[in-house]
């Protein structure tokens, strides 16, 4: 119920449950449009602006494609990271 409003069963619109998700900066996170972790810059004008964590060259993402990374995750990824970078393969 929304505003005093009931919804009809199986209705397909916004989950009036759900919030909006405002990313922070320092934050890791995931660009659902490309599948890539990064961690938030900043933002310019209507983006976000995500630099991988491994480092490197940011990119632009549209903030409603953008969904915060489970703390296991975002370990898993800087794992990865330093295994990578340990190994010379970064």
Known sequence: MTNGTARAPGY????????EYEPKI????????????????GAV????Q????????????????VRPVPVGDALSEA????NARSTGML
Do not use: F, H, N
């Open 12 to 19: 397909r619109g916004e989950d009036p449950a759900a919030e």
């Open 45 to 48: 004008g209507p983006y976000v």
């Open 26 to 41: 320092g934050e890791t996170v995931m660009d659902t449009s490309t599948q890539r972790i990064g961690k938030v810059m």
């Open 50 to 65: 995500l630099r991988p964590v491994e480092g490197g060259r940011e990119w632009d993402a549209d903030p409603t494609k």
């Open 79 to 82: 794992v990865a990271t330093a």
